[in-house]
């Protein structure tokens, strides 16, 4: 058992609770008696509570019983699930024939047929066939293939897959209360079918999950994948009201008689970065739609961390970063994977979130009288209160997410490795550092984050130095450690080394090349960035302010968090208790001093906001490039389609000049956000030019917001709120 | 009897007139204690003499002689829990009446967690040191004296008319505490009694609250704690009497402070009746009707207040309203009664009412059906209002009401089974593949011709049968309506053991009704737990009414306090957050009890700013001194 430690845990709050329960419990006639209401109440999705202080569950190594027991005995076991309020599970013939004849659907299909005066068979006989499409077909039989599959592949995989039991038993407890929604957070393709390996595992019920259509394309797959509980929906279908209507009819017949957890990703898609996306809202909406219009008292919300401390894709991402064309997901191509089999990848944490219940995150916040008018069968656009509750809550259940990833210590050494390998850089130092200055800097770093309530998994029985090593070790693809120095795995290109006679590799190629492996310890440093983005942003801030008064950093800390919103999990309308929180987390360290009207450095703080800064100054000087390439290059016909190639040709050749340090700005993930928040600012639009999605870019306003991300401009007052 | 116009023998007439009697009055036994009954003092000022009604008014002026001061109803009818240990209902007006009921005691310790050794008896006596005094009008009580009116500021006649029948208001009694109270109470006896009283009121700025059976649940009675002028109890229950019965119209023209049950024998003793019965109808008043937008459970048959009235006189501070004539229907700009109807003596004082009157009927049938569970149930009501085949009174209560039901089975042979147990095998045997814990009930009554009422039946119960239900029998459906009449003694049977408790009410359209009955219940549980309430609480529901769009639908909810130190107001947070539930779901603020000050807060978002400006703005012009100031509703 594997102990989070360094937490404090308030116990004493349990216990009366634990007392309470007893009487409840003693109901007659089987009342139902609710344990765990209480637990849900918004407060618990996300607090601004002193991080140090938050309380986390242990973890239990399920791959432990299946090294030991029969693999094929574990995957024909008794499966019995407990369902929500006893209901008995639903057949897929039934579940279609309820979407079929639901209200909303016969309203849609009636309205479709009159707009476009096409036969009422025809358009329902149409919405039968997007339903088909759709639609899982749960078959135990191939849980049971894919529970002895699985257990096979994650044996040679993993070293051992980490769930915390408390939160499957709180999980199991939501169940029968509420429908239930599982969120889990999505960096691999093993995210779904590890999720139903665990609650297959645990005899929870197994959940429908949502995925994107692209698995289609493998027809075998995909439909073993329908078997095993995924429905599949269309990525983009705007304006379909016919497919929509069916898409979310399908949704909550499930949710609403409580047949199944449904799951699906806030997120979307799969990180490739490691950062949390910007959440989806689609999916979000169609689940908490039954709670606000009064069709269950409540949805319970169950964010669910999945924490890989080697992520099988690791470097396919990062090719899909540099723009080396994603190979298209078939069949074949995910067996060419089998020669990840040989490899090790570590330890998986997953961490079962409080369940999170909807009523009490819409209290005081929706008023549900407006559904009162409408026949609630009619479908409308969700009004402004309810888009900006649905879009604040999904954020709030992204930090949920966030807050519980595990951190293992080589995330610690990617983040300091990376800052040396471009300080050294600077500098034109000798590459690498010292084997114990690094683990002396990651000890201090573990330190750190722990304050800043990082969920670190640093052994604590073992010596720092053993803990480095082993971390390197694994990661042994992307550092190198020779003569008692660890560098990143840079100096030897992928396609064979300077010494190979046939390479003939460009100083472009090289370079890509190198990329590849820095974006890759990118992506580990940026597991932690959750926890620093708010301090650093006012480390940044404070560099960046032309003074310390207080409303200066202020309006810099508003107009940086501005600038990366679409960078970083940053809650709309939160910008003070950000700045707030980010103050109460540096003060509380000692590292600055803030009083009324200034933001004062301590003495000892400099090592902290130096390392802060240093986290976020590649995505400073990303954007700025990204602003310089709009200002400089020829833009008058550029489209959003040419946007990425183009400015990766700038970069390159200002990475090639070196005017520009930071490889990982090569990655299309930062130049896309950086271009979405120029046109959140308004500096760029789209408009209808020659081509569709011409961009028009305003040289004056991007030329400033550079020189403000440089620190040249100070931070113009229209940006920014008063605090 | 009057005039007898009508064809059919007096016999008969008499015949069925007794059989009315027994039925609606079931509950009553015995002769009503004779020396209790006040004769109602000569209105002079009432020219014709065409009053048609006898002897026999129920409620006399000084109510302290026949009812508590401090709980529901009779002084002589209770629930107690004997020596042994069972529950019995005591007096001889009631059906249960002096029967042990064996089940109750299983039901109540097991639903509340409750314990017979834990007693919370109320203050037994009034002590008059408890009541402050009154502040009076001297020039106005002077002018009361003059014209003969009967008044009376003695406190047990003050403090009997400061209060509905709230949970807190009872609570609060049973506590011996006091607040503001009438200063004084006034009996006028007839509409010109009334012209006076207003007359002087305004000419004294006197605060008026017309009071009729004291049965308010909104807290419409309670008087306004910070008004400072005198306040004046107008009590309208000596304006009793039926003036007339117009046969060729099928109206009668009544007093409105009559109350429910003598309004019903009165008209039966001539063959007629209103045909409006709502579960308070043994105490509460034409006029408190009007004021509140009563309905009644045969509403189906006879319609609510609002369909039965046909005339109304109201005495304003402006002056009496009425209309000129009594058409059936008028396009006259909005219809002014609707002013009147609900105005929860905010503008006036209703003294005389119009009101349709039905021959009896001839015939009544109970029945029962069960249905496998209470889904099934509202689907069932949802088709016979479709239909329109409601019968005169049809009612579904859930599982949990249904047990109550049960529970409440007088002893009919002494063998002593426990309740569940004789629950199970009752419906283990009778209603195979019943759940016991999820079935419910709906309760029928038919009304009309024999041969028409046993073919409705026959309608209503092959629809029954489209959704499972089976039918249960006629004593399942009469246990069902004696329930109503008995449940206000119960509940002050629960205050004696730690349980408090409360019914209220909404209407919602069709396709919300089981959406609201669901999430209202489970937030008064979710409600009790957080307010820190040690027992789940009893939280159950039923519905009452059925219409073409909807229906009305009952909570009912009690809870045992042991171990809070503010029962009262954990059960106001409650209430006040199912009622929060209740709006949120599509249901509206009041079906029938009214907004008094309980329900005030909602009023704007109810109706809209404009609509509260047009109210306002009729409350300024016809009472611009605030007179009837008892600030209820807006
Ligand atoms: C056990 C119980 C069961 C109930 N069941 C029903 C039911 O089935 N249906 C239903 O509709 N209600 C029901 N009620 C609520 C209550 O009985 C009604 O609101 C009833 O109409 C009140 O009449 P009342 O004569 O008792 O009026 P009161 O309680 O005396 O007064 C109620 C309000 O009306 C005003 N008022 C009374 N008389 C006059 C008048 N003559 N002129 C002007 N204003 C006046 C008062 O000022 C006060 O604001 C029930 C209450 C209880 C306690």
Redesign the interface.
Known sequence: MLSSSGVVVDEEEEEQEEE?RG??C??????T??VN??KMSSGAVYSHKDPMLKKRDDFEDILEERRTSSDLRYALRCYTPVLYKGVTPCKTSVLKSMVLQSDQLHYVINQVSKESGRAADDVREEASAILEEMAHSLQLSTVRFFAFMLSKVFKTLFRSICVNEEGIQRLQQAIQEHPVVLLPSHRSYMDFLLMSYILYTYDVALPVIAAGMDFMGMKFVGEMLRMSGAFFIRRSFGGDKLYWSVFSEYVKTMLKNGYAPVEFFLEGTRSRTSKSLTPKLGLLNIVMDPFLK??V??VNVVPVSISYERILEESLYARELLGVPKPKESTSGLFKARKVLSEDYGSIHVYFGQPVSVRSLAEGRV???Q??LV??HIPRRPSEEIQSFVNDSAYRLVRAQEENMVLKPWVLLASLLLQNHHQNRAAGQKPGMALDELTTQAVWLRDVSRQYGAFLHWPDHTSPSEVVSSGLSLHRALVRVCEGRVQLAVEQGEQGGPGDPRSTVTPEEELLSQAVVVLSCASYRNQMLHVFVRPALLASAIHIASSNQKQEVFNSFSFLRNMFSSEFILCPGATVQDFEEACYLLVKTGVLQVTQQEVLVTERGHRTLAFLTSMLDPFLQGYQVVCRFLCEEDTETLTEKQFIPAVRKFIVNHLLAGRLRYAEVLSSDLQKNALAALQRLGAVRKIKGVEPGTLKVNRVMVNSLEDTLGGKLPTQKSVSARL | MASNSSGGGSSDRQGIAQQRLRIIAGHLRGPVDGDSTILAAECKAQGSNTDVSSEGKTVPRRRQEIMKWNGWGYSDSRFLFNKKGQAEFTGKRYRLSGMIIPGLKDWFEGTFGANLQHKTPPTPLLTNTAVPPATLNEAFVEEVKSTGIPFSHDAEDRVFRAHGHCLHEIFALREGKIGRVPDMVVWPSCHNDVVKIVQLACKHNVCLMPYGGGTSVSSALECPPEETRSIVSLDTSQMNRILWIDEKNLTAHVEAGIVGQDLERLLNESGYCTGHEPDSMEFSSLGGWVATRASGMKKNIYGNIEDLVVHIKMVTPQGVIEKSCQGPRMSTGPDIHHFIMGSEGTLGVVTEVTMKIRPMPEYQKYGSVVFPNFEQGVACLREVAKQRCAPASIRLMDNEQFKFGHALKPQVSSIFTSFLDGLKKFYITKFKGFDPNHLCVATLLFEGNREKVLQHEKQVYDIAAKFGGLAAGEDNGQRGYMLTFVIAYLRDLGMDYYVIGESFETSVPWDRVLDICRNVKARIIRECKDKGVQFPPLSTCRVTQTYDAGACVYFYFAFNYRGLSDPVHVYEQVEHAAREEILANGGSLSHHHGVGKLRKEWMRDTISNVGMGMLKSVKDYVDPNNIFGNRNLL
């Open positions: 309470q009487l409840w003693s109901g007659p006639f089987g009342l008696v609710f209401a209480d009064g069709e008292f409540d008023n549900r009288c559904f009162n026949p609630r």
